[in-house]
């Protein structure tokens, strides 16, 4: 889920209506590279670029571009990436009919100079544990951004409500994040609007398995397991918490830009 002033993305509950829009999130899979990626991208833009539901970011040039997230992008060296993203690369796509802004998954403090060289257009952080990564980290937001504010790079927060993921990973107890009745996920609204981004966006709409839904729940429990839900609040609690802070990301927003 992604949000940015006046756009509402993914299942997000908006402020005055709901609204659907769709920004690519791609993983990684047998055999990605940036050739692959490249085949992605105009598959992609081939077949759904000029539907409605395709987000498209305007830059600070008036160009209105889709965006594509590349989730584990550090898997694959900055010098492969370039070979796609920069304007020099053997199979670049910029400034052609596939233009697009890429944004880059940040983990380790280093990646953000990966990132960079790579020739991607931002970073975001993704894990919804805070402490779990550098990038996820709340305390280091303010750098991040920093760094991308100096190389004309997007830094794009990624917040959630809080993290239980040990009925799929028994062994990560450590990286839990209790959601304190919407404290943590108000804490991490508020982190990522200190650093007034362009877009926030939100793990997870529904990742039951990783605890980080934010859609309605109501108590449910089977054999082998108790769901999590949101009481004592009612089952919209949590869309209830986004609507209000994405009115207040929109309002602050209009004061950045005086």
Request: proline share 5%.
């Amino acid at each position: 889920m992604i949000w940015q002033q006046g756009r509402n993305l993914s299942n997000f509950v908006g402020i005055d209506r709901i609204m659907t829009m769709v920004a690519f999130h791609i993983q990684p899979y047998r055999g990605r590279n940036d050739q692959t990626v490249h085949d992605n991208i105009k598959y992609i833009i081939d077949r759904y670029g000029e539907h409605g539901a395709m987000f498209r970011f305007t830059t600070s040039t008036g160009k209105s571009l889709p965006l594509f997230y590349i989730y584990d992008s550090y898997l694959t060296p900055p010098e492969a990436w370039s070979e796609l993203l920069t304007p020099t690369g053997s199979h670049s796509i910029r400034s052609s009919a596939y233009d697009s802004i890429f944004i880059a998954l940040i983990v380790e403090e280093r990646h953000k100079h990966d990132i960079l060289a790579g020739g991607f257009d931002g970073m975001y952080s993704y894990f919804a544990s805070n402490g779990f990564s550098f990038g996820s980290s709340h305390q280091n937001w303010k750098a991040v951004k920093a760094f991308c504010d100096g190389n004309n790079l997007l830094f794009i927060p990624s917040v959630g409500p809080g993290y239980i993921d040990t009925s799929i990973r028994p062994w990560n107890n450590h990286n839990t994040r209790n959601r304190v009745n919407g404290r943590y996920y108000e804490t991490a609204l508020q982190a990522a609007l200190n650093v007034r981004p362009e877009i926030v966006t939100i793990t997870s709409f529904n990742e039951w398995h990783e605890g980080t839904q934010i859609e309605r729940a109501v108590p449910k429990k089977t054999v082998t397991r108790v769901y999590l839900d949101y009481q004592p609040h009612g089952p919209d609690h949590y869309l209830e918490l986004t609507r209000r802070w994405a009115e207040q990301f929109n309002k602050e927003k209009q004061q950045w830009l005086i």
